[in-house]
C-alpha cells in the first residue's frame, strides 16, 4: 500500500477570519467548478458583459454582466438595481440553482445562515482592470452579508475600515476563493488592485467575481 499521510486528509478548504464577520474560505468554490463555469458561460451568452459608466461619465475598466431577480447598475443617471438589463429591457437571466446554493453554503460556513441573494453582479477583470475603494450600499438591507467568488487569474484585493480613508490589507485571492463581507464588515471599503497579466488554464486572460447580494 502505498497511501500517504496527505490522501488521509480531504483537501477541506481552509477558513480564515480576515475581520469581525469577514471571512475567506480559500478554495470553497472549487467543488463543482465545471458546472458552475458552464452556467455562467450561459448566463453570459445571454446578457454579454459590457463597460458600464459612472455617474462621474467614466467608463469602468471592469466589464459587468447579473443574473437573479434584480442587476447592478450604473449609468449617468447613478447607482441602482434594476429587474431589467438596459441593453434589451428584458429581465436578467435567472440566477443558476448552482449559484444559488454556493452563495448560501458559503453564508452558511460564515455564520449568515438564512441569507437567501436575489441579485449576483458578475465582474470580469483582465488584465490591467480594477475596482477602486468602495462601500457595497445600493442594497436595502446592511443585516445580509456580501458572498464574493473569484475565478481564473489571482487578484489582490484590498480590503479596508468603514473610513475611505482607513488603512486597507492586501489579501491575494485565487481561483475558487470566496470571500464573506457581512456583520460589522458589511460595510467596510474593499476593492481590487489593477489585475497582473497571466493565463489561468480555465479562464485563460481574465478574472471572474461573481459577488451575491440581498438588494431588496
Ligand atoms: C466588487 O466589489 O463588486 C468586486 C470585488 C471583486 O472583484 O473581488
Ligand atoms: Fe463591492
Not at 24 to 46: K, M, T, Y
Not at 132 to 154: C, M, N, R, Y
Not at 192 to 209: M, S
Request: glycine share 8%; net charge positive.
Amino acid at each position: 500500500m502505498t497511501a500517504d499521510l496527505f490522501d488521509a486528509v480531504p483537501d477541506a478548504p481552509s477558513q480564515e477570519a480576515i475581520g469581525e464577520g469577514a471571512v475567506l474560505l480559500r478554495g470553497f468554490a472549487r467543488d463543482n467548478e465545471s458546472d458552475l463555469i458552464a452556467d455562467l458561460r450561459a448566463v453570459i451568452a445571454q446578457a454579454p458583459f459590457r463597460h458600464m459608466v459612472t455617474p462621474g461619465g467614466h467608463t469602468m475598466s471592469v466589464a459587468m454582466t447579473n443574473c437573479g431577480a434584480v442587476g447592478w447598475v450604473t449609468d449617468q443617471s447613478g447607482y441602482r438595481y434594476s429587474p431589467t438589463d438596459p441593453r434589451t429591457n428584458q429581465p436578467w437571466p435567472a440566477m443558476p440553482r448552482s449559484f444559488h446554493q454556493l452563495a448560501k453554503l458559503a453564508a452558511t460556513r460564515a455564520g449568515f445562515a438564512d441569507f437567501v441573494p436575489d441579485a449576483c453582479l458578475i465582474n470580469r477583470y483582465t488584465p490591467g482592470a480594477k475596482m477602486s475603494l468602495h462601500q457595497d450600499k445600493d442594497e436595502t438591507d446592511f443585516g445580509a452579508p456580501i458572498v464574493s467568488v473569484s475565478w481564473g487569474l489571482p487578484a489582490t484585493f484590498l480590503f479596508g475600515g468603514l473610513k475611505r480613508s482607513d488603512p486597507s490589507r492586501r489579501l491575494r485571492l485565487a481561483h475558487g476563493d470566496v470571500v464573506v463581507l457581512g456583520g460589522p464588515s458589511r460595510l467596510a471599503y474593499h476593492g481590487i488592485a489593477p489585475l497582473a497579466d497571466g493565463e489561468h488554464p480555465v479562464l485563460k486572460r481574465q478574472r471572474i467575481n461573481l459577488t451575491f447580494r440581498k438588494a431588496r
